[in-house]
């Protein structure tokens, strides 16, 4: 990830919302009215519980421009506060970095020239900050009739993960950067806070894809927890075991140390592996049924039906 640099002065507008229309998500609804009041060459999204330092603004105007993007993804310093957080949230590092391709995603880029050639679904981007340029598809992304049927569940990616998509499957270039000198964010603020927060996305970021959700799931399971089973259910201690979990804890500790994340939850990777694992469980079935209650909403998947009253 790229590092940015620091300066920046900013005008500030309120800017009061109309009605929700039906079908639309109350934070995707947000971003296309605010994208159709601003002015300029860029669009800049972020969300409330993200801090951001002076020069952010334009610090990710300039990766922009610096290295031609249509879509600039920058990552804050993710905060965690109670047990919950730190068990679970820095889960997230766990996923992005040590199992997703990004080395495969840049190559597949790099040798697919073809705009019917790139797959959307490989992009990722977070929405806290994110820079697109006002004449890449975000915009057309957010009025679209794919984004108004994004149920309240995919409303935290909507506004970075679909445009990041179309974006990449569009030919176009999306850039992921490193922003924790100067964003940080705290997404939940208690266990239950959290677990409920990662029920109504985790679903949401596979796409309602089964077959991704076992994918990813057993690669889980098999890579991060099942070491740690064979310690109590192997008949005999093996060396490989040993060093299968030597690899485990050097990568909770790289990552820790390199993204400022708490010690306690790389320590305890055991249990938050195993709740992660029950989260993403809970999501697809929850979402899937009665659905999960967020902010006085009722989130579903795209395959049900919603009720969304507000932005998220």
């Keep these: 990830m790229r590092r940015l640099g620091l300066r920046d002065e900013c005008e500030h507008r309120v800017i009061s919302g109309t009605p929700l229309p039906e079908g639309w998500t109350g934070k995707g609804w947000a971003c296309n009215q605010l994208s159709q ?3 300029g060459e860029f669009l800049f999204f972020t969300d409330a519980d993200t801090a951001h330092a002076p020069g952010t603004v334009s610090a ?11 879509l600039v993804s920058a990552w804050p310093r993710l905060l965690t506060v109670t047990l919950g957080e730190k068990l679970i949230i820095p889960m997230i590092l766990v996923l992005g970095l040590s199992i997703y391709p990004h080395w495969l995603v840049c190559f597949y880029k790099d040798t697919r020239t073809s705009r019917r050639e790139c797959q959307p679904s490989r992009a990722a981007a977070s929405g806290r900050p994110t820079v697109s340029s006002c004449s890449s598809p975000v ?26 998509r179309r974006i990449w499957g569009e030919g176009m270039r999306l850039l992921n950067c490193d922003s924790q000198q100067f964003s940080t964010c705290r997404m939940y603020r208690s266990f239950a806070e959290t677990w409920e927060g990662f029920t109504k996305n985790m679903r949401a970021a596979f796409e309602d894809s089964l077959a991704g959700f076992l994918f990813i799931g057993a690669t889980q399971f098999c890579g991060f927890r099942l070491p740690f089973v064979f310690l109590f259910v192997a008949p005999a201690f093996h060396p490989l075991i040993a060093v299968q979990i030597a690899i485990i804890y050097l990568i909770r500790l790289v990552l820790a140390w390199r993204f400022r994340t708490s010690w306690l939850s790389a320590f305890l990777h055991p249990l938050g592996e195993a709740l992660c694992l029950g989260i993403g469980l809970n999501s697809w079935r929850r979402l899937a049924s009665k659905g999960v209650q967020w902010k006085g909403r009722t989130y579903q998947t795209s395959r049900g039906n919603s009720s969304d009253q507000g932005v998220n």
């Design 37 to 39: 009041a601003a002015r």
């Design 60 to 70: 990710t105007v300039e990766a922009a421009r610096e290295y031609r993007a249509d």
């Design 139 to 164: 915009q057309a992304t957010n009025a679209s009739a794919a984004t108004r049927r994004c149920t309240i569940t995919s409303s935290r990616t909507c506004p970075s993960a679909a445009p990041s």
